[in-house]
């Protein structure tokens, strides 16, 4: 099983949805969590922190559920330039900190 | 826009031919990142830095080494390359783990095909 898994999708939405990722992981003791985005062919770049009592950030909102080990990303009134892959990311402890990327899941929004 | 600078962008090369890959960063971080990402597919580390002088290998293998002498600089070096190395090479830094809010930075890649 691996450690951060999500949907891979592809989600296909018009312009004007709301979407939504979801994602788990396995390590109980995780530290940290965060969702990235990667645009093709592109580096990765964070876009939101998930902390535990949620938190929203414009039209993107991060949800955290410690006892089910679960992380989801609510994205409303989806734009064009939403699509993308997004990046479950979660950060253990082991003796240092490692950091653990899901495969993504891939949003395609079109007019 | 983070400072984090990897060369070359893109490189093709044939079998057996010595590469390096070149990151830099001007952050001052001390934690420094090799991943190893193919077409759709998930990140994988393959090698990171804690600070000068420390390497260490990620969860998937590689036959890369890396080397880690300023702290600003992160070369990766393959000896003799083939064709199964063709990939993109992502470098990342971090801040130090106390005071890190678990954010990675990437460079933007370099992508490599061996023929």
Not at chain 1, 45 to 62: I, Q
Request: proline fraction near 4%; hydrophobic fraction near 30%; glycine fraction near 8%.
């Amino acid at each position: 099983r691996k450690e951060v898994e999500q949907d891979p999708g592809p989600f296909n939405v018009p312009e004007g949805a709301t979407v939504a990722f979801n994602c788990t992981y396995s390590n109980s003791a995780s530290q940290s969590f965060f969702w990235y985005r990667q645009d093709c062919r592109k580096e990765p770049k964070l876009l939101m922190s998930v902390y535990s009592s949620g938190n929203e950030d414009g039209r993107f909102t991060a949800q955290l559920n410690r006892a089910s080990q679960y992380i989801s990303l609510l994205i409303r009134d989806s734009k064009l330039s939403d699509s993308a892959t997004y990046l479950c990311v979660v950060r253990d402890w082991g003796g240092g900190f490692k950091t653990i990327f899901g495969a993504g899941t891939r949003l395609f929004v079109k007019a | 826009e983070a400072d984090i600078y990897q060369t070359p962008r893109y490189l093709v090369i044939g079998t057996g031919k010595k590469i390096t890959l070149e990151c830099s960063q001007t952050m001052g971080h001390d934690k420094m990142y090799w991943y190893q990402q193919d077409p759709g597919m998930e990140l994988h580390l393959i090698h990171y830095s804690y600070g000068v002088n420390s390497t260490e290998k990620g969860d998937l293998s590689s036959e890369s080494t890396v080397s880690r002498i300023r702290t600003e600089h992160f070369p990766l070096t393959l000896e003799s390359a083939r064709p199964s190395h063709t990939s993109q090479y992502l470098c990342a830094s971090s801040l130090r783990d106390s005071t890190n809010t678990g954010e990675l930075f990437f460079g933007e890649g370099s992508r490599l095909t061996v023929l």
